[in-house]
């Protein structure tokens, strides 16, 4: 057999290789998962930075974060009130009547619960009969002294006699002075009946129903001042220099998103937390509308002053 024109086989090299490409898989096809991709040409390197995604807002490539604001101290905090009173009875007796419940604003001096008076007036009237008493008796002395004084100085009576009489003129001016005194306790008593708020503020607590019998001393009510409110949170001991009486303070809290509420700083304890090395700061703020509430936790920004940045 005579041998193949050149021609024929230089035309047939092309589909050779191609089918020689095709063929080839495995490994050697693709990289393997995981390997680092090769060597971008120099050329095409100014490509690749370009087409990368842009680093968060905030933040920077490579999971680097932004140097934070040093203007602005962040932390948690706690609303607290800035007089909790607690309200307790004053004399023992059965609650006739109770006049607010927990929740409720209430007014210095407000009634709040009234204890049964029936014998507490009854003291009352015994008393004034009692300083009635102690009234006659002590001008019927001062008229039986006044003779008495008389005849002395024209000696128509013993000394012995005047002496007597003059003592029982200071004894009756001593008598009505307690009956007084008895009657002034026993109207106080009264009063005391009705307990009346001693601040302005919110019922925190009611710990007496209608019927229950209440001894002296025995707390009815928990009473808590809400305007101004109180704002305590906790900062770094590295920034014992920075917080300072009359900082102003931002405070945003979960039942108002979005909404900022303004305070300033008022106390500063400068003993440190020997756990977690962090010091104790107080905040007022006039909560005048009275939306913030003891107990709300909030988020805290602290403006450190311009001479300490």
Do not use: W
Not at 56 to 78: I, K, Y
Not at 175 to 196: I, P, Y
């Amino acid at each position: 057999m005579s041998p193949r024109p050149r021609h024929v086989l230089l035309a047939a090299l092309p589909f050779v290789l191609v089918l020689a490409a095709c063929g080839r898989k495995g490994p050697e096809a693709a990289p393997k998962a995981g390997a680092a991709p090769a060597a971008l040409p120099d050329d095409v390197k100014p490509l690749e930075s370009a087409l990368a995604p842009a680093p968060p807002a905030g933040g920077s490539a490579a999971g680097a974060t932004a140097p934070a604001d040093e203007r602005v101290l962040l932390a948690t905090g706690e609303f607290i009130p800035l007089v909790s009173s607690e309200l307790v009875a004053r004399v023992t007796g059965r609650v006739a009547k109770v006049l607010v419940d927990e929740g409720a604003r209430v007014s210095e001096g407000q009634p709040m619960l009234t204890l049964e008076t029936d014998y507490l007036r009854i003291d009352v009237a015994r008393a004034e009969a009692e300083t009635a008493r102690a009234s006659a008796l002590l001008a019927d002395a001062e008229r039986d002294f006044a003779r008495k004084k008389e005849l002395v100085a024209k000696e128509s009576v013993s000394k012995a006699a005047f002496e007597r009489s003059e003592a029982a003129f200071e004894g009756a001016k001593a008598a009505r002075l307690g009956a007084e005194a008895g009657l002034d306790l026993a109207k106080q008593r009264l009063s005391d009946a009705v307990l009346r708020s001693p601040i302005d503020g919110v019922v925190l607590e009611r710990r007496a129903d209608v019927g229950e019998r209440l001894s002296e001393g025995t707390v009815t009510f928990v009473v808590v001042q809400t305007a101004p409110l109180r704002l305590r949170f906790r900062v770094p001991e590295r920034f014992l220099g920075a917080a300072e009486r009359g900082a102003k303070v931002h405070a945003t809290v979960d039942p108002y998103p979005g909404e900022t509420f303004d305070g300033t700083v008022s106390v500063v304890v400068p003993a440190l937390d020997p756990a977690s090395r962090t010091f104790a700061v107080e905040a007022l703020f006039p909560n005048r509308d009275g939306r913030l509430r003891t107990g709300l936790f909030a988020r805290v920004e602290l403006e450190r002053p311009a001479a300490k940045r």
